[in-house]
């Protein structure tokens, strides 16, 4: 019988050792090369409007300066503000897509609740068709829609009581309120998702004893279900704000002479080369042009202070929304 | 009837039709009326009238044949989009799941890194992409320059990168596709900030025990990420997948043109005709991609 040679095993398991301290090394300069480029070109396209913000016109013709503005300016900002008659807009757009917001979580939460926790008939063929909604493409329904709400009546009580068609709800708010109430606005079915596989997981003990203790179903989702489902909530707030706040499609399709920020933004640079010559106190008319490079500035800096109600908002919930997603149970 | 009379289960069952109601009238006035609307449109020739109603023709599968082979852009746009996504969705997902594995490790500064890493699903929206784009057209009068412009910006010489991977002996499809992959590597960044939540989740809801056992066994982090991280998100990369393909599509140009063709050429039944060729091409992929994927995909209970 051969003894085993301790000798060599025990360099061997050393030298293994050693080898994976070194892979391990390495694999964690390589971590770092990787997040930190990666961060860099997520903030580069926001540093460098930052510093197109600052600018002054002269110093965009000096190859020598990189970033930082030599002539540090505020009359880009001032400009662009007054093209986007940016305070009275803002207003407009954060009360209207904080509205259009309040509405999406009260309804896709009780519709999220009521998919997790009872049983009805025809639960699943109704859930089936939650995520029909998600996948149909918005194109699909949007004639129809648009027909819908040039003439918005139910079931025809208007036209019985006035003998009118309908209101038209073109450029008003109200189309997108009325979506977001009735839990079909924008991308509602992935927010019922997102409170259904939530609720999901709550133990079911909680609402026993809450039933036991006498409260009724719906005391029981106010006082119990909501308040312990503020992961979810804070994900679906914050998602259905900034897409609202983005969304073009709807806001074309609804609102396209309402004032709101993703519709100005969008026509941003037609607009400051229309008034900016009147602004800048050049004359008006077709053939005042102004510096394109300057118009470009502009536009820049309009993008960054459409984006930076946005980007302060994130600052702050940032760390509830990161760690709220990982706990809400997107997963299931 | 009597609401008292009814056994707790009935009870229960009603509450949860009142809890969905609002969704249920929402569905049935909003969703699915507008929905087999657009069907009987896409059939019709649809004129509006002045005063706000509209009047409908039926013509049959005109609409529909007008799409296919009358309309000269159409075609292109659809089959043009549909490669876009063959091509985008493999590396988003990667680079999604990659970037949640990234993610997950601790290191110092990850709050910061997951903070800057998620900004992109903030930023990426239509509106300001589309601005970006026209401010950048504004600066050089032409888009082929701005285009250009914007790949000098990178700073990153391609050619190299291709020599280099065919110098070690790569097929030429790929580095095709790893320099376009590194080329987008913004769009790319910005259209999976919802995916890398999605897997990050997943990754938080691996038992932690199943690494230990691994890591005791000597397994190295490869063997780790193969053997159990892989197989425990596997059932998210369907949902990611699904996912990143309605997204290419709400934001192809697809959609842009069955604007475009209600809205400013006022055709409404072509229109709606279109879109319901690009639900059947979306429904079509996904049937496919899902049959794929989940004889693939590996179920922990």
Known sequence: MKVPDLQSEAVLIQMQKARNKSVSLLWLIFRYILIIGISFIILYPILQQL??????????????????????????????????????????????????????????????????RF??????????????????????????????????????????????EGINMLNTYGPSLITAAFANGLKSGLYIYIFRQFFRGMPAEIEEAALIDGAGGIRTFFTIMLPNAIPPLITVILFAFVWQY??????????????????????????????????????????????????????????????????????????????????????? | MN???????????????????P???????????????????????LKIAPGGGYTLDFIGWGNFKNALSVDP???RILTQSLSEMAWNVPMILFFSLFTATLLNTKFVGRPFARAVFFLPVILASGAIAAAQTSGLIQLTGSSEVAKELGQQQNGFDPLSLAFTLSDAGMPMWFIDYIISAVQRIYEIIKSSGVQILIFLAALQSVPISMYEVAKMEGATAYETFWKITFPMVSPLILTNIIYTIIDSFTNSQVTTTIYNTAFQAQNFGLSAAMSWIYTAVISVVLIIVGILVSRKVFYYN
């Open chain 1, 51 to 116: 510093s197109v913000a600052f600018k002054d016109k002269m110093d965009i013709y000096n190859p020598t300066i990189y970033m930082i503005p030599v002539h540090f300016t505020m009359e880009n900002v001032r400009y662009a503000m007054a093209v986007l008659n940016y305070w009275p807009l803002l207003k407009n757009t954060l009360l209207f897509a904080a509205s259009t917001t309040f509405l999406q979580a009260a309804s896709c939460s009780l519709a999220g609740y009521g998919f997790a």
């Open chain 2, 3 to 21: 609401i008292r009379r009814l056994t707790l289960t009935q009870k229960r069952s009603l509450l949860g039709v009142v809890f969905i109601l």
């Open chain 2, 23 to 45: 969704w249920l009238l929402g569905f049935v006035f909003l969703f699915a009326t507008p929905l087999f609307q657009s069907i009987h449109f896409s059939f019709s020739n």
């Open chain 2, 73 to 75: 852009n159409f075609n």
């Open chain 1, 119 to 164: 049983n009805f008939p025809g639960k699943n063929i109704l859930f089936t068709l939650v995520v029909l909604t998600i996948l149909i493409p918005t194109s699909t329904l949007m004639v129809p829609m648009y027909i819908h709400f040039r003439a918005f009546d139910i079931l025809g009580i208007i036209h019985l009581a006035t003998g009118k």
């Open chain 1, 246 to 332: 983005n969304d073009i499609f709807y806001a074309s399709l609804f609102n396209s002479a309402s004032d709101l920020m993703s519709i100005k933004v969008s026509s941003l640079p037609a607009d400051v080369n229309q008034y900016l010559p009147g602004i800048m106190g050049i004359g008006t008319g077709t053939n005042v042009k102004v510096d394109p490079n300057q118009v470009s500035m502009i536009v820049d800096t309009g993008i960054l202070l459409a984006i930076s109600p946005l980007i302060a908002m994130y600052l702050f919930v940032q760390r509830f929304f990161v760690e709220s997603v990982e706990r809400s149970g997107v997963v299931g």
